[in-house]
């Protein structure tokens, strides 16, 4: 069965710094990895797709890389701020189909 | 972009009640929905697949006869919980990927049920 772990728990950052979130996966065998934000108590919001054939995807201040090989995936914010805060999620499709398997998620604070 | 949406977006109520909660894809057809759970503190765990037309199919350690998914068209599924717990209480969401496609899920706003 496919596992997901992520990796900080919980961050702590100033605005302003640039933070690195990392995702590992036991089954590379994947067709694509997606970040989400969860702000609390709130549903889920898509903030970057990658295909298994790529090997990053950028969307303004993030940028996420994926190495199906390793098994990794890190999600890179730049110039954090306060309004980044929240807990971000990685997740990618189970074996059997689209449903998403899911890390138990970075917690985000970025203090100003 | 597609937008799924979830009612009630909260509900209380008090145990041994059933609680029924929909999911609709408003700008798309969705054969395939899925119901997920979130307890506090913890990450998304898949509950069930709901299938339009056939028998929703259940993830391991999760009652169907408790659980129950109706797929009724290809825009709306509903999960009723029934005789509720206070072990229930949580964060339900679903998702819809558009028919045909195994791109981006599209998420409801998730549903905050809490059982007394």
């Known amino acids: 069965k496919q596992e997901v772990t992520q990796i900080p728990a919980a961050l702590s950052v100033p605005e302003g710094e640039n933070l690195v979130l990392n995702c590992s996966f036991t089954?590379?065998?994947?067709?694509?990895l997606q970040w989400f934000r969860q702000d609390p108590g709130k549903g889920l919001t898509s903030l970057l797709l990658?295909?298994?054939?790529?090997r990053e995807q950028t969307s303004g201040r993030l940028n996420a890389s994926l190495d199906k090989s390793s098994g990794r995936s890190t999600l890179y914010i730049a110039a954090s701020q306060p309004g980044d805060s929240a807990t971000y999620l990685c997740?990618?499709?189970?074996?059997?189909?689209?449903?998403?398997?899911f890390g138990k998620g970075t917690s985000l604070l970025v203090t100003p | 972009g597609a937008v799924v949406s979830q009612h009630p977006s909260w509900v209380i109520c008090k145990s041994g009640t059933s609680v029924k909660i929909e999911c609709r894809s408003l700008?798309?057809?969705?054969?395939?929905m899925f119901w997920y759970r979130q307890f506090p503190k913890q990450s998304l765990m898949l509950m069930a697949t709901?299938?339009?037309?056939?028998?929703?199919?259940?993830e391991q350690g999760v009652e169907k006869d408790k659980f129950l998914i109706n797929h009724a068209s290809l825009t709306l599924s509903t999960l009723t919980v029934t005789s509720a717990h206070p072990e229930d209480s949580s964060f339900y969401i679903c998702?819809?990927?558009?028919?045909?496609?195994?791109?981006?899920?599209?998420f409801g706003p998730g549903t905050r049920l809490t059982v007394l």
């Open positions: 089954d590379s065998a994947i067709y694509n």
């Open positions: 997740a990618v499709p189970s074996n059997s189909g689209y449903a998403l398997n």
């Open positions: 990658i295909q298994s054939s790529q």
């Open positions: 709901s299938n339009e037309g056939s028998k929703a199919t259940y």
């Open positions: 700008d798309f057809q969705a054969t395939t």
């Open positions: 998702s819809a990927p558009r028919s045909g496609s195994t791109d981006t899920q599209y």
